[in-house]
DNA sequence: CGCACATCTTCACAGACGTGCAGATGTACA
DNA sequence: TGTACATCTGCACGTCTGTGAAGATGTGCG
């Protein structure tokens, strides 16, 4: 059970950070978008994207090593998502990034929390 | 079904891709790390641990008006992946950030793909 | 010791998630 | 039109995940 909403332990320092922490909302969408990014295939195809900036589904699935079905639905919550955007070229579909905030998230991450300096 | 990983529909490409791309491994460890901010209430914490530096259980409780037990929960894997630390003082625990990645992860989300400009 | 308080843990379960399969859609070309 | 190719979609299923309930652990105090 949450404590009696009365007696907090540091009743300052509660005030402070309900003031500045995330709410619920907006926490919620930013949950949404890293979710997205919590996947090792969903990670790779930005990864893949942002290395070479656009790839068609099957080179995608050729670069990751899955099926293109894998691929396909990855791609679908992305592009739902504005994560990617496309464009069709005959019968191929060639994706590309649209959300820079995207690899940025992956960068920070596999550097360790240096979000200073951009794509080396 | 993949394609006959024969037919690379742009073979430079793939190849460049290959060469760069997030490797199996190291996806797998982002997508592990990303999938602990992937939640409201994780998020939330390290947002309000960011904000004033420690938090006990009880008042973290309080500042996200969830039950302790759900607190407790999420600051297990958290401590787990070393993301929080703790110092204990009598009965009470207080958590605080160990991974200035994590943060610096809602930053970026929060400000839609600007990585530059560190904490603070 | 016994009691109160803060936190942690185990168990159980509903709901979300990722993927393969099979078929559908859309495009190109003859 | 029919075939081949690239991609997409709906369905089903096993797995993972977040949460609450209830009790356990650990600490301080008298």
């Known amino acids: 059970m949450p404590l009696d909403h009365e007696h907090p332990i540091d009743a300052a320092r509660v005030a402070d950070a309900r003031a500045q922490v995330l ?3 907006d926490a919620e969408r930013v949950a949404a978008m890293l979710r997205l990014l919590a996947d ?5 195809i930005v990864s893949a994207l942002h290395a070479v900036g656009e790839l068609c589904v099957g080179d995608l699935s050729l670069v990751l090593d899955v099926s293109d079905s894998t691929v ?3 791609l ?14 005959g019968r191929v579909i060639y994706y590309r990034l ?10 920070v991450i ?3 929390g240096d979000a200073s300096a951009g794509s080396g």
Do not use: Q, Y
Not at 40 to 44: G, Q
Not at 76 to 89: C, E, F, H, P
């Open 23 to 25: 709410e619920r909302d």
């Open 40 to 44: 090792p295939v969903r990670a790779r």
């Open 72 to 74: 396909s639905h990855a």
């Open 76 to 89: 679908r919550l992305l592009r739902t998502a504005g994560v990617v955007a496309n464009r069709r070229d």
């Open 98 to 107: 649209a959300d820079p905030a995207m690899p940025a998230v992956l960068e």
């Open 110 to 112: 596999a550097r360790g």
